[in-house]
């Protein structure tokens, strides 16, 4: 991703939502989970309000991920993929049932 959003000042792993890493999550693909680690800092602390925009593309970060329109910039994609996989809840169904029947 060519971006002229600065690198974080450390690396972002998320280790609380993903503790084996986000490249073995299955979410993200190798090259995706690359540029989270190396600007998710950045675009944790944009989304939050922690750091204010220094260049264009920043501010054309925080405004795209707060409108409802189709993103343009690939890190708002990448960004709003993340917090899909981290907010999205994990059912599980099965086939059988829960407990077994006396006979």
Request: zero cysteines; a negative charge.
């Amino acid at each position: 991703m060519e971006t002229a959003i600065r690198q974080g000042k450390i690396p972002f792993y998320a280790s609380d939502t993903f503790p084996y890493g986000l490249s073995r999550s299955g979410y993200f693909s190798i090259g995706e989970s690359e540029e989270l680690i190396k600007y998710g800092d950045t675009l944790y602390g944009l989304h939050n309000g922690l750091l204010s925009p220094e260049n264009a593309e920043e501010a054309m970060f925080v405004a795209e991920l707060n409108s409802d329109e189709t993103a343009t910039l690939d890190a708002v994609k990448l960004w709003k993929k993340f917090l899909i996989v981290i907010t999205k809840s994990n059912s599980f169904y099965s086939l059988s049932p829960s407990k077994k029947a006396a006979f």
